[in-house]
């Protein structure tokens, strides 16, 4: 039985001590899994930013839909951006300049949740403002760190 204990108890550290940059195979994965989390949170911003904007009515339920897949996949791309997965898009200086990349993260995630506490109020007026400070932070980081 102790072996047993001790195996799994070996098998758990060595999970857990793995680097994140082992959740990827090659460079190449880690550049695509970053570019489809951002492309599916474009996606959804885009029809949030459409309703704030009023090219499209604003539909409470959808808005929170939306709301929802965004509060998400903000958590997803940064795993992308380990040591050794420099390319794609992406300018260096995000490797040269991780406290900022990773603040402007953080207010990402931060900004996302407020979005979904906005959408679920149904006004319309506090999704308008809450994208806007979703716009500004995707704006901020990609003029700072993205080529176009």
Not at 29 to 47: E, L, T, W
Not at 68 to 74: G, K, L, N, R
């Amino acid at each position: 039985m102790k072996r047993v204990i001790l195996i799994t108890l070996a098998a758990a550290c060595a999970a857990i001590s793995a680097p994140a940059a082992a959740q990827f195979a090659k460079t190449e994965d880690a550049i695509k899994y970053r570019q489809s989390a951002m492309f599916i949170q474009g996606q959804h911003v885009g029809r949030l930013g459409a309703m704030a904007a009023g090219r499209v009515p604003y539909d409470a339920v959808v808005a929170v839909s939306n709301a929802e897949v965004v509060a998400q996949i903000s958590r997803l791309p940064w795993a992308g951006f380990g040591p050794g997965t420099e390319g794609g898009k992406a300018k260096p200086e995000i490797w040269k300049e991780q406290a900022k990349f990773k603040e402007l993260s953080e207010r990402l995630m931060g900004d996302t949740d407020k979005l979904l506490v906005a959408a679920k109020a149904g006004n319309l007026d506090a999704l308008k403002t809450a994208m806007g400070a979703v716009g500004e932070t995707c704006k901020t980081c990609h003029d700072t760190f993205r080529n176009k």
